[in-house]
């Protein structure tokens, strides 16, 4: 029987915890789930019960144990292709967008340039690309009833609206309900570096860790936190905004309307400007800039050096703040690591506050579709209360 539609899968925490952590981490024996969650053994194999009734888990062969080890057990996976999740990232260019099984591998990707940027036109493509995600596989069809999409700016989850975004005439736009409409879906609309954040927690480097934080780096700079093994939104929704931390009074004027951001010096736009504001080179690009720097010219090379410093310096306030055990550092910046990775690492140690410097910074590059797929796993979340 497939689950009602919106419910989530999951409601007892017993069956919360086993199912989550049997996504991340698949097979696991029953003694082993019990260990890791602190349930009893008996707990474990009652909350298993009707997620293997719904064909969300099935037993492997016993494994062979050492002779007098008592019964041999059978450990316990999810069986992946039970349900299937698309995701679609929506970047200023183009739509992203992928299907992922339970276990958010990426089963098909599809990707389409936008034209007009408006809120209909990219909802009409949107709706399209799903549609054609969708008949890739007739199980895909079938076993699809959660959509997750992933767009940068100020996104309301709960009320799955895209209060704002970078993208033209996006203003307070009710996306989650336009889109479900048009596909039937279940949709979830969430910040895509939260999204992103949420998958690196999962099934990435993070997890198991109660306190984990994302950076990314490059058009933006973002973060998002997790706290107590959940991703936290804030009070006004917008935690962890790491771009938008003040580190130099004296520094550039950022588009949110405070001064000396690390956004305002780090992003590629502002790298960009300082480097033809330092160079008198107006006719630059960000290729250019790249090329001036890495061919030595040393006020391009200040420019990177002070962007690594900022970065730097933001990411040892996060880590100060909260803790983490890792931060994972990510996005397309990371291509001019070689200009300004050094300084970020500098500037980490000498900002981070005593014991807090023993958390690794991790450098993450991530392909496009990944973004694709951390919009699918905000679908995955649903079947979570
Ligand atoms: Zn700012």
Not at 6 to 21: C, G, H, K, Q, R
Not at 129 to 156: C, K, N, Q, Y
Not at 201 to 216: K, S
Not at 332 to 358: N, S, V
Request: net charge negative; glycine share 12%.
């Amino acid at each position: 029987m497939f689950p009602n539609h919106a419910d989530p899968l999951v409601t007892a925490p017993a069956e919360t915890a086993i199912l989550a952590m049997l996504l991340a981490e698949s097979p696991l024996s029953r003694v082993e789930l019990a260990r890791r969650t602190g349930l009893s053994s008996t707990a474990v194999t009652k909350a298993a019960r009707p997620l293997i009734d719904d064909g969300y888990l099935h037993e492997l062969p016993p494994e062979r144990t050492a002779p007098g080890a008592g019964r041999p057990a059978n450990p316990l996976t999810v069986t992946s292709g039970r349900e299937f999740f698309a995701g679609v990232k929506i970047s200023a260019d183009t739509l992203y967008g992928t299907v992922c099984d339970l276990r958010a591998r990426m089963r098909t990707t599809i990707h389409r340039p936008l034209g007009e940027r408006d809120p209909d036109s990219v909802s009409a493509l949107l709706i399209d690309l799903v549609a054609e995600l969708l008949d890739t596989r007739p199980e895909f069809r079938e076993r699809t009833r959660h959509l997750g999409i992933a767009v940068s700016g100020d996104v309301d989850r709960a009320a799955g609206r895209v209060r704002y975004s970078v993208l033209p005439g996006w203003r307070d736009v009710p996306l989650a309900k336009a889109i479900a409409g048009a596909t039937g879906l279940n949709v979830t609309v969430e910040n895509d570096v939260k999204a992103l954040t949420v998958t690196e927690h999962w099934f990435g480097e993070g997890i198991g860790t109660e306190y984990f934080a994302l950076v990314t780096i490059g058009a933006g700079i973002g973060s998002g936190l997790v706290v107590n093994g959940r991703l936290i939104a804030g009070a006004y929704g917008v935690a962890g905004e790491m771009g938008h931390i003040g580190i130099d009074p004296a520094g550039p004027r950022c588009h949110c309307g405070q001064t000396g951001c690390v956004e305002a010096i780090a992003s590629s736009d502002a790298i960009l400007a300082a480097v033809r504001g330092a160079t008198g080179r107006e006719d630059l690009d960000f290729d250019g800039a790249v090329l001036l720097a890495r061919g030595g010219n040393p006020a391009a090379r200040e420019v990177f050096a002070r962007a690594g410093r900022a970065i730097g310096t933001g990411i040892a306030t996060l880590v100060s703040l909260l803790g983490p055990e890792r931060v994972v550092v990510t996005g397309e910046g990371l291509d001019t690591y070689d200009l300004f990775g050094a300084h970020i690492k500098d500037a980490y140690e000498a900002h981070c506050f005593k014991a807090a410097a023993k958390c690794p910074l991790t450098l993450r590059p991530l392909p496009w579709e990944e973004w694709a797929r951390s919009a699918a796993v905000i679908g995955i979340q649903a079947l979570f209360p």
